[in-house]
């Protein structure tokens, strides 16, 4: 019983030995890998920044094209350079983002999109605003089909949209606040305009003047059409029937002023002819 007690505990003896060896062995190795991984970073980095340098120095990715989509009012020349990319430059070394911040920039820039077209072009996607009205607040603004004021009014801007008069700031959405009944009046008028087939379209309205107390009165036509506020279609329709009159001289040739405020009551001021000296006339139809 002694020898095998002591034959055992020197067996224990090796094997603890043999542990601690392998354990700085395998610690020894691991410190080296260490070692080994961050004197490799440098060159990866180095390996990085040379290849990097030669794509964005190569002439194979020079600029040569630069395409743009979507513009309408903008010309090619203007939106190119707003990018401010130059033939030659290198595609890859463009900051795209940088880039479409600079696109957006611009008021009649909606929204940018900006891609690599490799080798060597650029695609340039814009959408521009789509101006319904000039808002006059005092200052004259541009207003969108979805009823922003996008930029103040320009000397170049286009000539035919209608002038609207008698909204305030207030009367806006802004600040996330409600829009007035009012102004959700004008924006009606403004998208039924819109419609190929409108008795009222947009490019042949020069004023819409809003009244708080009676609603809504066009110019257009050289005629005063007071439309009032509610029920536009069923007012457009009447609006219609009166034109096809005067088309057709029945009741009059012409008119000044048509009061479509009450359907079950329009009152219609006809215009004189040259020969008639002008007199206060007015048929209800």
Known sequence: MLEFKQTKKKHYKNSLHRKTGAGIKERIIFYL??????AAMPAISLICIFGYDCLTQCDYFRAETIAVEGN???SEEEVIKETLIKPGDNILSINLSKVR???MANTWIAEAEVVRKIPSGIIVRIKEHNPLAVLD????????????????????DPKS????????????????????????????????????ESI??????????????????????????????????DKYERLEKVFYHVKNG???????TVDLNNL?????CPAATPAEEPKEYKKEV
Not at 140 to 146: D, G, R, S, T
């Open 250 to 256: 029945q009741d009059f040739s012409d008119f000044e």
């Open 161 to 196: 949209l209608p002038l609207v008069k008698g909204l305030k700031f207030s009367d806006l959405s802004l600040s996330g606040a409600k829009r007035s009944p009012s102004f959700d009046a004008v924006m009606t008028v403004l998208k039924l305009g819109r419609k190929p």
């Open 200 to 233: 009222l379209p947009n490019n042949s309205i020069t004023l819409i003047n809003v009244d708080r107390e009676i609603g809504l009165t066009v110019f257009a036509f050289d005629k005063t059409i007071k439309l009032g506020y509610n029920n536009y279609l």
């Open 33 to 38: 890998k260490i070692i080994l991984a961050l």
């Open 264 to 268: 079950s009551r329009i009152v219609i």
């Open 137 to 156: 607040l005092g200052k004259e603004f541009l207003l969108n089909a979805n009823g922003d004021i996008f930029k103040e009014k320009a000397t170049t």
């Open 101 to 103: 911040k600079q696109l």
């Open 72 to 74: 309408q009012i903008l």
